[in-house]
């Protein structure tokens, strides 16, 4: 069993679209997270849920928005996409808001890919 | 500004030889040190950890130092065996942070066989 599954594992659109990836976790976790990992290999995190409330929101611009039906889920809407874009996108969960006692379990990346 | 630096973008090994990885950091402020193992095209995994009080924990073949005056980390597997091969990312964090991870930018580990 998948404990983070994301979709879609590749992605590959067009400048001024807008595309959504899709994020679940089944390990009963509190907290969920969004990071990028750009072409210099850092992961930076974007957005981080606790029971689908909003607790962190780096900067990022307004076409990202982050959206959490229930705390098992936390799904990425992208708008209006530029290349700049493109990047890896990793899911994560973790138990509880404390990342020493509470390891982040990531998903399996999606690429974005902006031509 | 980058807060946790891993200068090494590569480190080859040969399999049962010890494998040093380093990190250092800028951020006083850390509290939490981790490292993440990440294999071609997945997630990191959660590898060890280690707090801003002590200056070693050890983990079966893993064991991480810290060096606070430094702001330096270190990563130690030994034996290094060909399943170890695989990117190694530093991260850190502040306690009033929470879960606000600050990652490097990864250190390819190639170990021969």
């Known amino acids: 069993d998948t404990a983070v599954s994301q979709t879609p594992k590749y992605l590959v659109t067009q400048m001024g679209n807008d595309k959504s990836i899709k994020c679940e976790q089944n390990?009963?976790?509190?907290?969920m997270y969004w990071y990028k990992q750009d072409s210099k290999k850092f992961l930076k995190i974007m957005f981080s849920?606790?029971?689908?409330?909003?607790?962190i929101n780096e900067t990022v611009p307004n076409r990202f928005s982050p959206k959490s039906p229930d705390k098992a889920h936390l799904n990425l809407h992208i708008n209006s996409l530029e290349l700049g874009d493109s990047a890896v996108y990793f899911c994560?969960?973790?138990?509880?808001?404390?990342?020493?006692?509470?390891?982040?379990?990531f998903g399996n990346g999606t690429r974005l890919t902006v031509t | 500004d980058q807060q946790v630096k891993q200068n090494s973008p590569s480190l080859s090994v040969q399999e049962g030889r010890i494998s040093i990885l380093n990190c250092d950091y800028t951020?006083?402020?850390?509290?939490?040190f981790l490292w993440y193992k990440k294999y071609p095209a997945e997630g990191p995994t959660f590898l060890i950890s280690?707090?801003?009080?002590?200056d070693k924990n050890e983990d079966g073949r893993f064991t991480v130092f810290l060096n606070k005056s430094a702001k330096h980390l270190s990563l130690h597997i030994v034996p290094s065996q060909p399943g170890d091969s695989a990117v190694y990312f530093c991260?850190?964090?502040?306690?009033?942070?929470?879960?606000?991870?600050?990652f490097g930018e990864g250190t390819q580990l190639t170990v021969n066989p």
């Open positions: 849920y606790n029971n689908k409330e909003l607790i």
């Open positions: 951020n006083s402020m850390f509290d939490y």
């Open positions: 280690i707090s801003s009080i002590k």
């Open positions: 991260a850190a964090s502040e306690e009033t942070s929470g879960s606000r991870l600050t």
């Open positions: 994560a969960s973790s138990q509880g808001e404390d990342s020493y006692n509470s390891p982040l379990h």
């Open positions: 390990l009963g976790h509190d907290t």
